[in-house]
């Protein structure tokens, strides 16, 4: 019979629990409260668009901080125009660095094997052969793993999947990796389609990494 | 129209320096992709589903070793295969 109801205040234990810790029960002699498990990925800024007017998403110094060496990116975005590049670029100062050929990047598209790679870009790319549509079931599913921002000892790269199923049932997909060439800190990360807006209830989430 | 970043979670106006790059960089795309050929659908689903390449080339070779006529036309390439499959015997 399943457990529905749980009356803590009936649990008669001695055990003290610290501050942040959890209620646990890995043996009959361990102690009933315990550390929390301290891997994983901790939600930091959900990001939701409305309207028609979004051309950027961006995640700066609020949340990319020292705190986590890697961060994830998850969600779903739709461009407002049909057939759009999914990009990135890395943010100094808060700024996006957006010139002088500062990031090299490699990206497949594996429904097409088709490749394409720059070694001094503007932008780095996440997805191109058949581009993100822009019917309500197309858009992208995002997947992108942001490394190292705040070292300015090891290179700031990315690597993304980057996702769709057309109208007609055809997948799409795209396998990516760039990064910036400069040792430099990048405390944000901007994500955006190469030409026009971003639709309505398309989504961003930003995790950062518990190492 | 005017623009708007999502920072974090909030909307904000784009500076007006902002505004004319992203009108640059979207000249720039549009121009790019005009330049460059998209793949269409038909493409995509006629890749996933052409037999692999050497297969391709096994019925290009069958077919030219049933008909006497093609064998001497593609000779060299009947018989480099041929030489093949001979030392390496069912």
């Known amino acids: 019979m399943a457990i529905t109801t749980l009356n803590l205040r009936g649990i008669n234990r001695s ?46 110094s609020t949340y990319i901080t020292s705190a986590y060496n890697n961060y994830l990116i998850k969600g779903h975005m ?45 932008t780095i790319v996440f997805s191109h052969g058949a581009l993100a549509g822009n019917a309500t079931t197309e858009g992208n599913s995002w997947e992108v793993w942001l490394n190292n921002p705040l070292l300015s000892t090891a290179a700031t790269t990315v690597h993304a999947q980057c996702n769709f199923i057309d109208g007609s049932g055809v997948h799409n997909g795209n396998v990516s990796s760039g990064g910036r060439k400069a040792l430099e800190v990048n405390n944000g990360i901007r994500l955006f389609y190469d030409s026009g807006n971003i639709a309505a209830d398309s989504y961003l989430t930003l995790y950062g990494i518990v190492a | ?14 500076t007006e320096a902002e505004e004319t790059q992203r009108d640059i960089d979207e000249a720039n795309a549009i121009a ?54 001979s030392k390496y015997p069912k």
């Open chain 2, 32 to 85: 790019e992709q005009q330049a460059k050929p998209i793949i269409k659908e038909y493409q995509t689903n006629r890749k996933n589903e052409y037999p692999e390449i050497g297969d391709q080339l096994d019925m290009l070779w069958h077919s030219i070793n049933e008909d006497a006529a093609l064998k001497s036309k593609y000779f060299k390439f009947h018989q480099a295969i041929l030489a093949v499959k």
């Open chain 1, 78 to 122: 739709i461009p407002i125009t049909d057939n759009r590049y999914a990009k990135c670029q890395l943010m100094a100062s808060d700024s996006a660095v957006t010139a002088g050929g500062s990031y090299e990047y490699e990206s497949a598209h594996t429904g097409s094997s088709t490749y394409i790679a720059s070694a001094s870009a503007d």
């Open chain 1, 15 to 60: 055990d003290t629990a610290s501050s942040g810790q959890v209620i646990t029960a890995t043996s009959a002699t361990a102690a009933d409260f315990q550390d929390a498990s301290t891997g994983g990925l901790v939600k930091l800024v959900k990001t939701t668009i409305s309207g028609t007017s979004t051309t950027y998403v961006d995640f700066n």
């Open chain 2, 1 to 14: 129209m005017t623009r708007f970043k999502n920072v974090n979670g909030i909307n904000v106006q784009l």
